[in-house]
Nanobody
Framework: QVQLVESGGGLVQAGGSLRLSCAAS????????VGWFRQAPGEERLFVER?????????????NYTDSVAGRFTIFRDSAKNTVYLQMNSLKPEDTAVYYC????????????????????WGQGTQVTVSS
């Protein structure tokens, strides 16, 4: 089992930056894919409503982003700290959401997934609020 804990959320003005962290314990993140998802306010707290943001493979050599964040967000990992980060720049009010990180080991960390149902382990989420 792996436990994931997100941190780094908060309130920021439009145009600002935040760095989210996804720290793991109980198992290494070095052989899994890690994804970031978000769920906007007003949406029902259903698993299916978690929208893909970004994912990274086991080595960090391959990443994927949803179109709305490409060029503004960067996902990267620090294996020594067993942590994956999401650097968010040029934030917009529409980025306001609860952000979740998730891990999946079934492909050996190779196949990037955009479907939340492909991920086995989830953190509790961190709130990001961007004011206009």
């Amino acid at each position: 089992q792996v436990q994931l804990v997100e941190s780094g959320g908060g309130l920021v003005q439009a145009g600002g930056s935040l760095r989210l962290s996804c720290a793991a314990s109980g198992r290494t993140l070095s052989d899994c894919i890690v994804g970031w998802f978000r769920q906007a306010p007003g949406e029902e707290r259903l698993f299916v409503e978690r929208k893909f943001v970004s994912a990274i493979n086991w080595s960090g050599s391959s990443t994927n982003y949803t179109d709305s964040v490409a060029g503004r967000f960067t996902i990267f990992r620090d294996s020594a700290k067993n942590t994956v980060y999401l650097q968010m720049n040029s934030l917009k009010p529409e980025d306001t959401a609860v952000y979740y990180c998730a891990a999946d080991y079934r492909s050996g960390g190779v196949v990037l997934q955009r479907d939340p149902y492909a991920y086995t382990f989830w953190g509790q989420g961190t709130q990001v609020t961007v004011s206009s």
